[in-house]
């Protein structure tokens, strides 16, 4: 029998006994990364955004090195690959896909949804980025560049979008409460509601 | 150390068909031609990590494609911007 035909939970327990009995990884170290990855949501993205829309220096921090920004907002990184910032401007729109796999912020907006790990959601963003965002109902005009975003190697990406119009003088917390994880993807932009 | 604005080439290579590897160059920007937008640091070769072989750093740089030159569709001025690690690119004259 192949691995490819192997019970997956049977696997995965004899991957972990191997793991723990050659001494690469504990299972306390294990449960640690899991209940890490399990607290994280969206709401730690939108909370970066909506800081980043109201503070100038978090926003140029964020921009700098998005882990940094994550950190001094209390969200764990240590151990993470590097965050990357893409921000979204009057003249470029950013979309993010991993075409190899499904590489995704977890530390920062939780676990992927479905559609992010499907093969066509990663054919289809690189190919017709614009036909898929249509399918979104987002629409990115003529003349701004809409730039893909593909999550190949060591760093992962999330989009800082643009604070929508209507939203003067709301605070960050009324502000993060506009913002989904599609829109810190690229497939959705924020509106306010 | 390449620049930004660099006009670069991504090898047209494909060691998978020889013999088993872990590559984060993917294969529609094999043979490819972009542009160096930034070095965005340098991380252990995954090619050798993803065998538990001792893996040297590597440069890592952020190549922007022109989304019609790769598929032949899409809007003028829309791009790909893609991970790609130094050994896989080539510098066009």
């Not at chain 1, 327990?13 to 009995?21: C, F, Q």
């Not at chain 1, 907006?109 to 017709?128: N, Q």
């Not at chain 1, 913002?179 to 959705?188: A, K, L, N, Q, Y």
């Amino acid at each position: 029998m192949s691995v490819l035909q192997a019970d997956g939970e049977k696997l995965l327990a004899a991957l972990r006994g191997l793991l723990a009995e050659k001494g690469l990884v504990t299972e306390a170290a294990i449960a640690e990364r899991v209940a890490l990855t399990d607290q994280a949501s969206p709401a730690r993205g939108a909370g970066m955004v909506a800081k980043a829309w109201t503070d100038p220096a978090f926003r140029a921090l964020m921009l700098r090195d998005g882990a940094a920004a994550a950190e001094s907002l209390g969200i764990p990184m240590r151990g993470l690959p590097p965050l990357g910032v893409l921000e979204n401007t009057e003249s470029v729109h950013n979309l993010v896909v991993c075409t190899l796999c499904s590489c995704y912020p977890r530390a920062v907006l939780g676990y992927p949804p479905f559609w992010f790990k499907s093969a066509a959601y990663r054919a289809r963003a690189v190919r017709d980025p614009r036909g898929l965002l249509a399918e979104w109902g987002t629409t990115i005009p003529e003349g701004v560049k809409v730039r893909v975003v593909d999550s190949t190697a060591d760093y992962r990406w999330m989009v800082l979008p643009l604070r929508p119009a209507g939203t003067e003088g709301w605070s960050a917390e009324r502000l993060a409460g506009l913002v989904r994880e599609g829109d810190m993807i690229g497939v959705t932009v924020p509106v306010a509601a | 150390m390449r620049r930004a604005g660099e006009t670069v080439r991504v090898r047209d290579d494909w060691p998978e068909t020889r013999h088993p590897c872990h590559i984060r160059t993917p294969h529609y920007l094999r043979g490819r031609t972009g542009t160096v937008v930034r070095h965005l640091g340098d991380f252990p070769n995954p090619e050798d990590l993803a065998f538990a072989r001792p893996a040297a750093k590597a440069p890592l740089y952020h190549v922007a494609f022109a989304q019609q030159a790769i598929w032949g569709q899409g809007a003028a001025g829309d791009e790909l911007l893609v991970e790609i690690y130094d050994h896989w690119l080539e510098s066009v004259p």
